[in-house]
C-alpha cells in the first residue's frame, strides 16, 4: 500500500468535517478524500436498507480513489452498516461507535451516559450495546433528534433558535444526571460550547471524532502506513449543493474553499 495514498472520509452530509478537521489536526501529513452526501441527507430517518445501499456506494467510490483506509464518520451508517462495509473492502474501514464507547466508559465516575444521535443510532441501539461490552452496570440514556440534525445541516434556526431546541432536547440529560455527553451524531460537535453551556459542570462532552481519530493514528502507525507528508491533498465532494456545502462547511472546517460535485446513482 501507498503510505501517501489518502484517507477516505465520509458522511450524510457537512456534519462528518467535524472528523476530517480531528483527523488532519492530528495527522496533518495525511491526505484525505471526503464525501458528503448531502443530495441524499438526511440518513437518519432512512430505512436500514437503504443506509448500507449509500454506504456501499460511497465506499466503492472511495476505494475507486485509490484511498488507504475508510472513515465512516457517520454515527447513523456506523451503527447499522458496519458488519457489511468491513469484510466487503480489502482496507480498513472504521466507524465511530467502539471507539467512542471505549473512550467514553472510562469518563463516567457515575456510570451514566447520555448518547444524543439521530433516530437510526437510537434505533439500532449500536451505543447501549457497545457500553454492555465495556461495562454491563453503565447507565445509556438515548434521546433522538433529527431536528437538531436538520437545522444544523441547513444552516438555519439562528443561533437562538438552535439554542431553545437544544436546552429543550438534552432535558432528559440534565433529569437523569449524566455525566458523560456523547455528541452522537456528526453535525451535534458544531454544538459542543453550546452543549457545555447548557449542561454546566455536571456533564464532560464528548466528540466521536476525537476517539476515531486516535483509532486512525493507531491504525496506521501499527500497519506501518503513516504519510511521509508529501504534499498532503484535500479534497471534498458533495452530492449536493456546493455553494451550502461551502458556506456550511466552512464554518465547521475553517479554510474549506473548494468542493467538487459528485454523482452517485
Ligand atoms: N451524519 C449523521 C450521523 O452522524 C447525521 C445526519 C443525518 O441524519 O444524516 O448520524
Given amino acids: 500500500m501507498n503510505n501517501d495514498a489518502p484517507i477516505g472520509i465520509f458522511d450524510s452530509g457537512v456534519g462528518g468535517l467535524t472528523v476530517a478537521k480531528e483527523v488532519i489536526s492530528l495527522l496533518p501529513n495525511e491526505s484525505i478524500i471526503y464525501v458528503g452526501d448531502d443530495g441524499r441527507f438526511p440518513y437518519g430517518p432512512r430505512p436500514r436498507e437503504e443506509v448500507r445501499e449509500f454506504a456501499c456506494e460511497i465506499s466503492d467510490f472511495l476505494l475507486s480513489?485509490?484511498?488507504?483506509?475508510?472513515?465512516?464518520?457517520?454515527?447513523?451508517?456506523?451503527?447499522?452498516?458496519?458488519?457489511?462495509?468491513?469484510?466487503?473492502?480489502?482496507?480498513?474501514?472504521?466507524?465511530?461507535?467502539?471507539?467512542?464507547?471505549?473512550?467514553?466508559?472510562?469518563?463516567?465516575?457515575?456510570?451514566?451516559?447520555?448518547?444524543?444521535?439521530?433516530?437510526?443510532?437510537?434505533n439500532s441501539n449500536a451505543y447501549p450495546q457497545a457500553f454492555s461490552r465495556i461495562d454491563p452496570q453503565i447507565k445509556v440514556v438515548q434521546v433522538a433528534s433529527q431536528a437538531l440534525v436538520n437545522l444544523i445541516e441547513n444552516g438555519s434556526g439562528g443561533e437562538n433558535g438552535v439554542k431553545d431546541f437544544a436546552s429543550k432536547v438534552i432535558s432528559p440529560f440534565r433529569e437523569l444526571g449524566v455525566d458523560v455527553l456523547i455528541l452522537g451524531c456528526t453535525h451535534y460537535p458544531y454544538l459542543t460550547k453550546l452543549m457545555g453551556e447548557l449542561l454546566g459542570d455536571q456533564a464532560q462532552i464528548v466528540d466521536p471524532a476525537v476517539a476515531v481519530s486516535l483509532r486512525v493514528k493507531r491504525e496506521l502507525t501499527e500497519r506501518k502506513v503513516l504519510s511521509e507528508g508529501n504534499d498532503p491533498r484535500r479534497i471534498f465532494y458533495t452530492t449536493g449543493n456546493p455553494t451550502l456545502f461551502l458556506k456550511v462547511g466552512s464554518r465547521i472546517f475553517?479554510?474549506?474553499?473548494?468542493?467538487?460535485?459528485?454523482?452517485?446513482?
Avoid at 447499522?80 to 467502539?98: F, T
Avoid at 475553517?254 to 446513482?265: C, I, Q
Fill in 254 to 265: 475553517p479554510g474549506l474553499d473548494s468542493v467538487e460535485s459528485l454523482k452517485l446513482k
Fill in 65 to 122: 480513489q485509490g484511498v488507504k483506509m475508510i472513515v465512516v464518520a457517520c454515527n447513523t451508517v456506523s451503527s447499522q452498516a458496519m458488519d457489511l462495509l468491513v469484510p466487503r473492502y480489502p482496507i480498513p474501514v472504521l466507524g465511530v461507535i467502539e471507539d467512542t464507547a471505549l473512550y467514553a466508559a472510562p469518563l463516567s465516575l457515575k456510570k451514566r451516559i447520555g448518547v444524543l444521535a439521530t433516530p437510526g443510532t437510537v
